[in-house]
């Protein structure tokens, strides 16, 4: 009985090796969404996305225990939200530190009913140890999503190339889609949609706002670049002179395409932002509904700081800043934080002006609607 049990064992193995390999050669495998960029979404797309944000939001706050007993919710799954991610592993790849990104992409996995798993530089170093392939090959077999803060931008774009598993950009140094899904997100609080009567576009608030970006050429400037004017947002950037902080030209061009496509696919009721760029801050705020600035010494860049600090003399945002270029008398103002001092002085950061902390807040229920329509359905 035991060498008769053991062969039908064998049998069996056989046979189920036979199947996973007969199926794996004629099996075509669906292409996972990855998300790298703005650029890569439609407004609709955009638009349905921070639909869903703002309804993750609402449910998952009608069960904080800091409201009163009788405002409450209870649900009769025990869970505010679906539990797209129940069983599911998803990998979080920080090859650079961050307080926001990690905390909104761990919290919202467990939400979601999932399983972070976080990997920093001293877990695993990506293109030192082993080739960025040969880690998107094997981290992807073994999760069921992949959030990567990297460092030069075709890191995220070979890891996405060569992933069996959806891939989406935490932060590269081109590109940073997740703050800017944030910032509209705060903007849409700010401005809510009775603004606009009759209007069924979520989006159409923001239309004909002008946002001023005082600040570095960054990658969180550069989501702005390919995702406001396709919204009609107006943009105006100052940057310091100088080489160091002259536009992306690639971004610049993808810009450039995605309008062009909306001309010859125009969106119901939008009309193209303007965006102009210079080297003055006061120009730049002028008619200014949003004022918003980065940190002007990114990592990596400590060992230029003094030069730095003098490249952006002027551009601290403050009220005299405000008034002296002509912004909206109810101008408000945004930060990605980390702040500091020079970027803009206390009195405009802890003001009722300043969004900066719903604005972080923000971060997790865009990040959640992302890793939801992404990492649990596979679809944007």
């Known amino acids: 009985m035991e060498r008769s049990h053991r062969r039908f064992s064998h049998r069996r193995f056989k046979i189920a090796v036979r199947l996973l390999s007969s199926s794996s050669s004629s099996a075509v495998p669906n292409k996972p969404p990855h998300l790298l960029t703005l650029a890569d979404l439609s407004p609709q797309q955009i638009e349905s996305l921070l639909q869903s944000a703002i309804e993750l939001k609402s449910a998952c706050r009608t069960t ?48 979601l009913g999932g399983h972070p798993i976080f990997l920093s530089p001293s877990d695993i170093q990506l ?22 803060r990297v460092g030069a931008h075709d890191e995220v774009e070979t890891l996405a190339a060569n992933s069996t598993v959806p891939v989406v950009n935490a932060l590269s140094a081109r590109y940073h889609p997740t703050q800017i899904l944030a910032d509209l997100q705060t903007m849409l609080e700010i401005y809510p949609a009775s603004r606009t009567s009759r209007s069924a576009s979520l989006l159409a608030p923001l239309a004909g706002l ?42 610049w061009g993808t810009m450039q395409d995605g309008l062009h496509a909306m001309t010859k696919n125009p969106t119901d009721g939008v009309t193209q932002g303007i965006v102009t760029w210079s080297n003055d801050p006061a120009e730049a705020v002028r008619d200014a509904d949003i004022i918003v600035t980065d940190t002007w010494i990114s990592m990596g860049d400590e060992a230029t700081k003094e030069q730095r600090l003098r490249d952006f003399a002027g551009f601290q945002v403050t009220e005299e ?32 002006r300043s969004v900066v902390f719903p604005e972080a807040e923000n971060r997790k229920w865009t990040i959640m609607a992302i890793f939801d329509r992404m990492f649990g359905r596979w679809q944007l």
């Not at 025990?78 to 992409?105: C, E, N, W, Y």
């Not at 800043?321 to 930060?335: N, Q, S, T």
Request: charged share 25%; glycine share 6%; proline share 5%.
């Open 64 to 111: 904080n225990l800091s409201l009163p007993k009788d405002q409450r919710k209870s649900y009769a799954s025990g869970h505010p939200v679906d539990q797209s991610l129940t069983g599911k592993s998803i990998a979080i790849m920080f090859t650079k530190r961050s307080t926001r990104t990690r905390v909104a992409s761990e919290t919202s996995v467990a939400t």
């Open 127 to 148: 293109g030192v140890n082993e080739s960025l392939y040969d880690t998107a090959k094997v981290v992807s077999s073994m999760v069921d999503g992949i959030m990567a």
């Open 210 to 251: 002008k946002v001023a970006w005082v600040g570095d050429s960054n990658n969180i400037l550069n989501d702005m670049l390919v995702a406001y004017p396709r919204l009609g947002i107006n943009l105006s950037v100052a940057t310091p002179k100088g080489p160091n902080y002259q536009r992306d030209e690639v971004v």
């Open 321 to 352: 800043l405000a008034r002296r270029g002509g912004a909206k008398p109810d101008w408000k103002f945004m930060h990605c934080l980390p702040r500091k001092g020079d970027e803009v002085d206390d009195q405009v950061f802890y003001s009722d």
